[in-house]
């Protein structure tokens, strides 16, 4: 079974300038998610997918953040403009949603690294 | 609201020997409990995860974890280390919320550091 991928692996850019990330869970899973990693400490959600409809947005940054998940597929998730402070790794996540809740397990993709300059 | 503590940042063993990692949680709610690794330049991988079944949880590549809830804890551990056991640990926990939210809350990390 394929697992989540994620690109690009890493990203550099300016400050103020903009960059999108892009996901494609396994197939399948119903639920997304996207969180952000900073160096030294746990990830952070930053948004959860059902299907193509927003869950949890509560802790995504939505003056400079937005993502979507056309169709209840693939995701990608958008910064613009970049801040030095979002120098962090994009994790991507997905489950199956299936398993009412208490044992759904979340399977994590690779990261894309960012770093804003 | 949910949180966990990692308690310590950072571990040290010799190859062999056993393996404790602390993990302290807060939750309002009947928990689920996961612990996952994160090897360099890797995403993060699943070892075990409690969901109010058997109190004792085995996972992957012999790691095992207790819930206790007196203690609010949820400590992992190995009875012996591996080398290609070092990497960073991750304690998350979720609160099960029939809003459909399923946000894991992970814990500050800890990196297990093996020595030959």
């Known amino acids: 079974e394929a697992g989540v991928a994620q690109s690009p692996r890493y990203k550099i850019i300016e400050k103020r300038q903009s960059v999108a990330f892009w996901c494609n869970p396994i197939?399948?899973?119903?639920?997304l998610y996207w969180y952000q990693q900073i160096l030294g400490q746990g990830p952070k959600l930053l948004i959860q997918?059902?299907?193509?409809?927003?869950?949890?947005d509560s802790q995504l940054p939505k003056d400079r953040f937005s993502a979507e998940r056309l169709k209840g597929v693939d995701s990608t998730l958008k910064i613009q403009p970049a801040k030095l402070e979002d120098s962090a790794v994009y994790l991507c996540?997905?489950?199956?949603?299936?398993?009412?809740?208490?044992?759904?397990?979340?399977?994590f993709g690779p990261g894309t690294r960012l770093t804003v300059l | 609201a949910q949180s966990v503590t990692q308690l310590d940042s950072h571990v040290s063993v010799s190859e062999g020997t056993p393996v404790l990692l602390r993990c302290n949680y807060s939750?309002?709610?009947?928990?689920?409990l996961f612990w996952y690794v994160q090897h360099p330049n890797k995403g993060l991988q699943l070892l075990l995860k409690?969901?109010?079944?058997?109190?004792l949880v085995k996972g992957i590549n012999g790691f095992e974890a207790e819930f206790k809830k007196s203690e609010t804890s949820f400590h992992l551990t190995k009875p012996s280390a591996h080398m290609s056991d070092a990497a960073e640990y991750f304690c998350?926990?979720?609160?099960?919320?029939?809003?459909?939210?399923?946000?894991?809350?992970f814990g500050s990390g800890t990196r297990l550091q093996v020595q030959p």
């Open positions: 996540a997905s489950s199956s949603g299936t398993s009412g809740g208490k044992g759904d397990t979340q399977y």
């Open positions: 197939s399948g899973h119903a639920t």
């Open positions: 997918f059902q299907n193509n409809g927003v869950v949890d």
């Open positions: 939750s309002s709610y009947s928990p689920s």
């Open positions: 409690y969901t109010s079944a058997a109190t």
């Open positions: 998350a926990t979720r609160d099960y919320m029939d809003t459909g939210r399923r946000a894991l809350t």
